[in-house]
T-cell receptor, first 113, second 117 residues
Framework: KNQVEQSPQSLIILEGKNCTLQ??????????LRWYKQDTGRGPVSLTI?????NTKSNGRYTATLDADTKQSSLHITASQLSDSASYIC????????????FGAGTILRVKS | GAVVSQHPSRVICKSGTSVKIECRSL??????MFWYRQFPKQSLMLMAT?????????EQGVEKDKFLINHASLTLSTLTVTSAHPEDSSFYIC?????????????FGNGTRLTVT
């Protein structure tokens, strides 16, 4: 069964600190893995997309890693800001054409001053 | 960057009425659009996938006669919730892509908050 599990479920950190969110998946065949940021009451916004051959990808203060062997990904946020408070969703594309999207439940991050 | 516009952002309707939600790709041709619903503090649940000019493919457990999806053009898809009931109250989100590659970006609308009274 295709599954995407994210941890922790929620996280509170102080402004300026770093944090790492985890995503483990059991999806086959694997096409790509995406990280999205979703503000409350808004649609998700893409942060990164990685194929199996990519180990790391950065987007500003966001850095995603992918280990296709262990089927794990992480999203590292550097020097957190209050505006980073959101839900972070890991999405894995499965299937030969990558047309089956499997969503994680998300990690709710709260950055406080 | 690519923009997906969803309208309305909020709608309140009475039980038994129908509500139409629009999803438009503003600066690209969306060969495929997806519709999701999201309950509070939960992730997105895929409802259906629609390819331009063909019938939508619904996920298991989603009633196609209740959630009517039309994707008549490359820039517009609509979701109609027919005979809405309070349990249909949810956050509905669309996403769109041009399916030239499985790595094509997937762009989301800002969602529609539906409240059925």
């Amino acid at each position: 069964k295709n599954q995407v599990e994210q941890s922790p479920q929620s996280l509170i950190i102080l402004e300026g600190k770093n944090c790492t969110l985890q995503c483990n998946y059991t999806v086959s065949p694997f096409s790509n893995l995406r990280w999205y940021k979703q503000d409350t009451g808004r649609g998700p916004v893409s942060l990164t997309i990685m194929t199996f051959s990519e180990n790391t990808k950065s987007n500003g203060r966001y850095t995603a890693t992918l280990d296709a062997d262990t089927k794990q990904s992480s999203l590292h946020i550097t020097a957190s800001q209050l505006s980073d408070s959101a839900s972070y969703i890991c999405v894995v594309s499965a299937g030969e054409y990558g047309n089956k999207l499997v969503f994680g439940a998300g990690t709710i991050l709260r950055v406080k001053s | 960057g690519a923009v997906v516009s969803q309208h309305p952002s909020r709608v309140i309707c009475k039980s038994g009425t129908s509500v139409k939600i629009e999803c438009r790709s503003l600066d690209f041709q969306a060969t495929t659009m997806f519709w999701y619903r999201q309950f509070p503090k939960q992730s997105l649940m895929l409802m259906a996938t629609s390819n331009e000019g063909s019938k939508a493919t619904y996920e298991q457990g989603v009633e196609k006669d209740k959630f009517l999806i039309n994707h008549a053009s490359l820039t517009l898809s609509t979701l109609t919730v027919t005979s809405a009931h309070p349990e249909d109250s949810s956050f509905y989100i669309c996403s769109a892509t041009w399916r030239s590659s499985y790595n094509s970006p997937l762009h989301f609308g800002n969602g529609t908050r539906l409240t059925v009274t």
